[in-house]
């Protein structure tokens, strides 16, 4: 497959974003490393940065964050996903609005470049992390970085924000206008559920993130006090002249990051479901109860937002509403997991890797998200607060679920794209080392963060014996990010090599129901429901979903 | 190759813009009411004349449900600031929030927009008009552009005067002292308030000066009236945005 440069075919749109969310990973992930060696060995010089100082440090986990939050989490599995296959299993002839869809990918590119210009501009990257609390990034001179640095930041989140905005316009009306005749609500593959869900979220939040980012930058130039508080003394002088409040961001901030974070992972559970009943050839059982759970998510995150607050000084009230609120979306979260279990629970499991790395998606999910609600507890949270705890929690349930569900609709997609399969053994290789060597990265974190460690600490000073037990288990995560990153080199061997050289696909290679796998896309009525598999009958019976009901059934 | 699997009847695909072929009335032709005839479960791409119309507004109903939370976002900062305040040395509460009085030329910029929400109606309306609408789609001349566009030049004047009549009242708060960045938040967010709505406006000003050019340029009836149509809900909407945050400019300081 060609791809044209301007190309406003939104499956050439969607391996663009695939390859715009890899430029990032790669970014963010070698970012990363350095942050782990520079914890275990504090004086190794690193080529291009040399020995890390402590802004320094900052600066590496601000951009590693912001690239894999905005530009590899929130880009691939939605509108990147989407793009590739969204127009298709609705049975639509394209997206409703090409153009603008075009518009939103190089928006997306654009982001992406000024945000990485921040390397290049004097003092470096900013360093007030991926949620830039005030007034460090308020005040140009709270630390390196924090001028032009952080003026790019602004810029390229700025940026985003409208291109996904007007993503999202294009996939809610291609969703809600374009759907071929019959293809109801109820017919819909649970990843188009999860793409309506996360587009509206999109559109609520990431207004309100850039209004955030107006405030702020008005701030920095203009000389409002929004967000700086009055008194404020930053090195050695009052930059504060109102009563700003630091709060306010805060506020702004997570009323848009809670939401993300869903945005990030909801694509995931749509493709989970879809892959379980594939690869399981069973029904979902409850379709209606598991997509109603998917809007519940979308809409009960919209209100969880205070639970990153609790020790910010918040009322104390308000922290107790907020986490029962947050209590309560553990609710459907969990009907989802149970949904999926009662799927995979006799069914007659084929284990190849799509399947594969949509089971780890669904191990991560679960491991991470059981140490959510204990966060949700003003009082544990006010030790857990900023320690490696939370750190382990988002990257386990955030980040590791999120990157599995990435590879398992890569794994399974790429015959769509490529008309050819990947290699299965590397496949499963890849997967069975990225999996061990994830936990090994992330669950030590929980003893970390029990310990007490920080997040964004260079390192500690003070009397050396304090965190010396925990340096076994610092290096042993160290080492095993090391072979995590390297894990992946498989996976782009695999990609690399399957294109040119892979076993030529079958049509429709993993005996799908979904539409994007239809042999032609024919103008006949949808009159099926998106997982018809029967396994009690026999294995290869399966009703995808361009076939017509027959009328003796 | 799956065990059970049937071709379906393809139907011949026609190059298609989504307009359908039939005049873009309100009144829907059934020609008999049959199932077949119901656009719905037609394919896309042949949903009836409306087609294209429909997905138009609905895109630019989810964009500005996007636009109003940002706007939503505005007004909770400005009642978060309001109430941020700090104690004094002998422990008295301080604020440092100063109700600003509006400018009273708002009260007239407000009656502008309100008309000029009138007016773009008048203009949208023309183009739904039955019997001109039959006319251009026949061809026979373009009566609802002729009747349209005078409306458009109004709104459009309108929309303009509005904006002047802002730039008047930031002049008048400057030379009463009150600029963006003098300490006082409620200067901070008036300007950001009518400014940011100022930005949506010139935007809606532009696109109304688009329209007008479009509806000699384009040559599908459908096309012209898409491009009015959804000018004219953006103008709305706008004028809506524009009373809410009026009010609370003026009451809730
Ligand atoms: C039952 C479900 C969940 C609960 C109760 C929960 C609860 C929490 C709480 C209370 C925090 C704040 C901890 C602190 O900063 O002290 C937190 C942080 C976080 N959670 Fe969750 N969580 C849940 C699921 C998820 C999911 C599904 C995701 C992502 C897909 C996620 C991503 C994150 C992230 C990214 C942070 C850290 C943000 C930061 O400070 O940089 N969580 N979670
Ligand atoms: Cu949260």
């Not at chain 1, 940065?49 to 890390?52: L, Q, V």
């Not at chain 1, 007490?452 to 600490?457: N, Q, S, T």
């Given at each position: 497959m060609r791809l044209r440069v301007f190309t406003t075919s939104h499956r050439a749109l969607g391996i663009l974003y695939l390859l715009l969310a890899l430029v990032a990973v790669i970014a963010g992930t070698l970012l990363s490393l350095i942050m782990r060696l520079h914890r275990i060995w504090p004086d190794l010089a690193v080529p291009f940065?040399?020995?890390?100082k402590p802004e320094g440090y900052l600066a590496l986990v601000t951009m590693h964050g912001t690239l894999m939050i905005f530009f590899v989490l929130t880009t691939a599995p939605q509108i990147g996903f989407a793009n590739l296959v969204l127009p298709e299993q609705i049975g639509a002839?394209?997206?409703?609005?090409p153009r603008l869809n075009a518009a939103a990918f190089w928006l997306t590119a654009l982001a992406l470049l000024v945000l990485l210009a921040a390397f290049f501009?004097?003092?470096?990257?900013?360093?007030?992390?991926?949620?830039?609390?005030?007034?460090l990034s308020a005040v140009a001179s709270a630390g390196p970085g924090e001028g032009a640095g952080m003026d790019l930041w602004l810029a390229s989140i700025a940026i985003f924000c409208l291109a996904s905005w007007l993503g999202a316009v294009n996939m809610l009306v291609t969703i809600l206008g374009e759907r071929r005749a019959g293809m109801t609500w109820s017919r819909l593959p649970m990843t188009v559920w999860a793409w309506l869900v996360t587009s509206i979220l999109t559109l609520l939040v990431f207004s309100v993130l850039l209004a955030a980012i107006i405030l702020l930058f008005s701030d920095r130039h203009f000389g409002s006090s929004f967000f700086v508080p009055r008194g404020d003394l930053v090195n050695g002088h009052i930059v504060g002249h109102g009563d700003g409040s630091p709060l306010l961001w805060l506020h702004l901030f997570w009323f848009f990051g809670h939401p993300e974070v869903y945005i990030a992972v909801l694509p995931g559970m749509g493709l989970a479901t879809s892959l379980f009943a594939n690869f399981a050839r069973r029904r979902v059982a409850g379709y209606r109860v598991m997509a109603a759970m998917l809007v519940a998510i979308g809409l009960l995150g919209l209100v969880v937002w205070g639970h990153h607050m609790f020790v910010s000084g918040m009322n104390p009230y308000a922290g107790t509403a907020f986490a029962l609120t947050t209590m309560a979306i553990a609710v459907p979260s969990t009907v989802e997991a149970l949904g999926w279990l009662t799927i995979l629970w006799g069914g007659r499991l084929r284990l190849r890797t799509p399947m594969l790395f949509a089971l780890g998606f669904l191990s991560f999910f679960i491991a991470g998200g059981l140490t959510g609600p204990i966060l949700a507890q003003p009082a544990l949270d006010a030790y857990l607060h900023n320690t490696f705890f939370v750190v382990a929690h988002f990257h386990l349930v955030m980040a590791m679920a999120g990157v599995f569900s990435i590879f398992a609709g890569i794994y399974y997609w790429f015959p769509l794209i490529s008309g050819r399969m990947m290699n299965e053994s590397l496949g499963k290789l890849h997967f069975w080392i990225t999996l061990i060597a994830a936990y090994g990265t992330f669950f030590p974190m929980h003893f970390s963060g029990l310990a007490?460690?920080?997040?964004?600490?260079e390192r500690l000073a003070g009397p050396v014996t304090s965190f010396s037990a925990i340096a076994a288990n610092e290096r042993g995560i160290t080492f095993s990010a090391l072979l995590l990153a390297s894990a992946q080199l498989i996976f782009l061997w695999n990609i690399f090599t399957s294109v040119r050289r892979g076993r030529v696909a079958e049509a429709n290679p993993w005996e799908a129901t979904t539409l994007e796998w239809a042999p032609e896309m024919g103008r006949g009525r949808v009159e099926r429901g998106p997982y018809e598999y029967e396994i009690p009958a026999n294995e290869t019976i399966f009703h995808p979903q361009w076939e017509l009901a027959s009328k003796q059934e | 190759m799956p065990a059970t699997f049937t071709r379906h009847p393809v139907e011949i695909e026609r190059k298609d813009t989504g307009i359908g072929g039939k005049p873009p009335l309100d009144r829907r032709p059934t020609g008999g009411g049959g199932d077949g005839d119901n656009w719905e479960n037609r394919p896309s791409g042949r949903r009836g004349p409306r087609e294209l119309l429909t997905r138009y507004r609905l895109g630019v109903l989810f964009a500005l449900a996007g636009d109003l939370m940002f706007f939503v976002a505005l007004v909770s900062a400005f009642f978060v600031r309001q109430s941020a305040g700090h104690f004094d040395a002998r422990e008295n509460y301080v604020s440092d929030w100063h109700p600003l009085a509006v400018p009273p030329i708002l009260w007239i910029n407000t009656a502008i927009l309100i008309l000029s929400s009138l007016t773009m109606e008048m203009a949208r309306r023309q183009l739904f008009h039955e019997i001109d609408v039959m006319d251009e789609w026949l061809g026979l001349g373009r009566p609802a552009v002729k009747r349209a566009a005078p409306w458009l030049v109004a709104t459009f004047t309108l929309g303009s005067l509005f904006l002047a009549g802002q730039w008047i009242a930031w002049k008048q708060l400057v030379q009463q002292g009150f600029r963006y960045n003098s300490p006082d938040p409620s200067s901070h967010f008036f300007y950001l308030i009518t400014g940011t709505h100022g930005i949506h406006l010139l935007l809606g000003v532009i696109a109304l000066a688009a329209a007008l050019g479009a509806l000699f340029i384009l040559r599908r009836i459908e096309l012209r009236q898409i491009v009015v149509d959804c000018t004219a809900w953006y103008w709305h909407t706008m004028g809506l945005f524009w009373i809410f945050l009026f009010a609370l400019l003026v009451c809730f300081q």
């Open positions: 940065f040399g020995t890390i002839r394209g997206m409703a609005f501009v004097p003092q470096g990257a900013p360093i007030s992390g991926w949620t830039s609390y005030p007034p007490g460690e920080p997040r964004h600490y | -």
